[in-house]
């Protein structure tokens, strides 16, 4: 039987790309196999879906047969199935550290050895929570985070300044050792970074004083965090390579996860913003104006005069940004009657009349 896959990345068979791209992203983040509760195989099967709902062809093909036209291996380069396989590297199986990049060329292409398997650092997660308004419009957010960087002595080398260097014994100046690994696609070979002089091929003859040759030190550190426009709460920004560092490899990356606090007027719905209006019933039948409190500062709404329950009125250009640099959304009203409780002998008397009018 076929493979749902908009049922697995739980999207809706109208979802936008961008839907469907965000709905992979937080599954790729919530089976990432390296995390503490991830699952290979179910991120394996997410891969799988968006490889397909993630191209334009691809998805046609299985909307109309229930399959795409080429459903085969995935071309060279590090793409796989309309993601990049490096955006997911330093998982762990069965203890041991593998670019995920790595397993996809030596598996869909049949090579030995692929690309050489770099050290990586750890990844770093953190939570911060922005107001609606942040949430909308972007934010600036400088956090200070104690990790394992870079030493700024050797520069990570680990070697004291101005020290000679003799040949690695381990990989013979080569730089590169060789090793059969196990994963869930079996056994490969991978060529991974000699662990002695970490694919530099010499060693140094005195140490740096600073890291004592470890190339790391833990410092404290303030990252510049860019929320871009238009984030959802609970969503994910990751930035490449501000995670911890390893010698003789790339530092881990950074993952922000978002808390947006609720907003007492609006709400976002896509690029809109929602707002309900609640307004009398004379205001209903002759028209008005209100004074609307909005994220770009105070606007007057006019209420056409016979509007009835439950319509909408629509501000054009005072909603959610475009991250592609178009026009904003709009702010949706949707407008409720408020009867009175009470009626005094007055208003009775007048509501009388237009009964009598046929009103």
């Known amino acids: 039987m076929a493979k749902d896959y908009y049922e697995i990345l739980g999207v809706d068979k109208k979802a936008s790309q961008d839907e469907v791209k965000k709905a992979f992203r937080k599954l790729a983040h919530k089976y990432h196999p390296d995390k503490q509760g991830g699952d290979a195989a179910k991120f394996k099967e997410a891969s799988e879906a968006y490889s397909v709902l993630g191209d334009d062809k691809k998805r046609a093909d299985y909307d109309r047969y229930g399959r795409t036209a080429s459903q085969q291996t995935a071309g060279a380069g590090g793409s796989y199935g309309g993601f990049n396989s490096d955006d997911f590297g330093g998982f762990d199986f069965n203890g041991q550290d593998f670019d995920l990049g790595d397993i996809f060329s030596q598996f869909f292409n049949g090579r030995e050895g692929g690309r050489t398997r770099t050290q990586r650092g750890r990844d770093i997660s953190i939570d911060i929570e922005l107001t609606f308004a942040e949430s909308i419009f972007g934010a600036n957010r400088k956090v200070l985070l104690t990790k394992t960087s870079v030493c700024a002595t050797c520069g990570g080398n680990g070697a004291k300044p101005g020290t000679d260097y003799t040949t690695c014994s381990t990989c013979n100046g080569k730089g590169k050792i060789h090793e059969t690994k196990r994963s869930m696609f079996g056994s490969v070979s991978v060529t991974s970074n000699c662990p002695t002089c970490f694919g530099a091929g010499k060693i140094p003859k005195e140490k740096c004083e600073t890291c004592r040759g470890s190339g790391t030190t833990n410092k404290q550190e303030e990252i510049n965090l860019q929320i871009p426009s238009g984030i959802e709460d609970g969503e994910m ?26 907003d007492p007027v609006f709400r976002k719905e896509g690029h809109n913003l929602v707002t309900d209006l609640s307004i009398k019933l004379s205001t209903a039948l002759l028209g008005g104006e209100h004074v609307l409190e909005t994220l770009d500062g105070k606007i007057t709404v006019v209420i056409p005069a016979e509007i009835a329950h439950g319509e909408i009125l629509r501000v054009k250009g005072k909603g959610v940004p475009s991250d592609r640099g178009g026009r904003r959304g709009d702010i949706l009203i949707h407008i409720s009657i408020k009867l009175p409780n009470k009626l005094s002998k007055t208003a009775r008397n007048l509501i009388e009349d237009l009964k009598n009018e046929g009103l």
Do not use: F, N
């Not at 920004?237 to 990356?253: K, N």
């Open 237 to 262: 920004v990751r930035m490449t390579g501000s995670g911890e560092a390893v010698r003789g490899g790339t530092s881990g990356d950074l993952y922000i996860k978002v808390h947006v606090k609720p």
